[in-house]
């Protein structure tokens, strides 16, 4: 069964520094997100991409982060001078169209540990 | 204020017995809503969906979803102990997109 895929699995920092983080969505899926999950903590939307540019973001998708899909299978999360606060679980997903009833599929993750 | 909430558990059920799990929202354009697990430390894997009221059947899972009164449900019947893992309710609103609104989740755990 097609997977969204998430590298690397486990990213270490300090803090201050830059971190991107990759996906490779299923392939014959055109809308991409970006979730997070804080230990312990619920998973927050950050972020959707469609047709090369972002359809909605959250509060917490500030000026520090940033979304690319350099190539037509890569989708990443770019973090800026990373903070402390910003360690947590990072949830790829992608779904095949638009629409508030598409389900969407999520990656393993990559857990962003910020020293 | 989107919420969604649920009990956070741990819910114990035993090997065999139905487990039901719930999840209410707060806001009525809520238009869809899903049922993820996840095993700890793993990434949320998609259950089932459902967007009308009423129930929807797959294998041993049943979603109940009831507009009026704003919760959704998942009932798990046979439950066996992989079934133990964190669900997670996610929903969507009509008015923002595709972004889901997830619940803390609900931890279950089912005893052999």
């Known amino acids: 069964e097609p997977e969204v895929t998430q590298t690397p699995s486990h990213q270490v920092t300090q803090m201050g520094q830059e971190v991107i983080l990759r996906c490779v969505p299923i392939s014959n899926h055109l809308y991409f997100y970006w979730y997070r999950q804080i230990l312990g903590q619920k998973v927050e939307f950050l972020v959707s991409?469609?047709?090369?540019?972002?359809?909605?973001k959250s509060e917490i998708f500030d000026d520090q982060f940033s979304v690319e899909r350099p190539d037509g299978s890569n989708f990443t999360l770019k973090i800026r001078s990373t903070k402390l606060e910003d360690s947590a679980m990072y949830f790829c997903?992608?779904?095949?169209?638009?629409?508030?009833?598409?389900?969407?599929?999520f990656g393993d993750g990559t857990r962003l540990s910020i020293l | 204020q989107k919420e969604v909430e649920q009990n956070s558990g741990p819910l114990s059920v035993p090997e065999g017995a139905i487990a039901s799990l719930n999840c209410t929202y707060s806001?009525?354009?809520?238009?869809?809503f899903f049922w993820y697990r996840q095993y700890s430390g793993k990434s949320p894997e998609l259950i089932m969906f459902i967007y009308s009221n009423g129930d929807k059947e797959d294998g041993r899972f049943t979603a109940q979803l009831n507009k009026a009164s704003q919760y959704v449900s998942l009932l798990i019947r046979d439950s066996q102990p992989s079934d133990s893992a964190t669900y997670l309710c996610a929903v969507t609103i009509s008015n923002t997109g595709n972004q889901f609104y997830f619940g803390t989740g609900t931890s279950l755990t089912v005893i052999p």
């Open positions: 997903a992608s779904s095949s169209r638009t629409g508030g009833n598409q389900p969407q599929h």
């Open positions: 991409f469609y047709n090369n540019e972002i359809s909605e």
């Open positions: 806001d009525r354009g809520s238009q869809s």
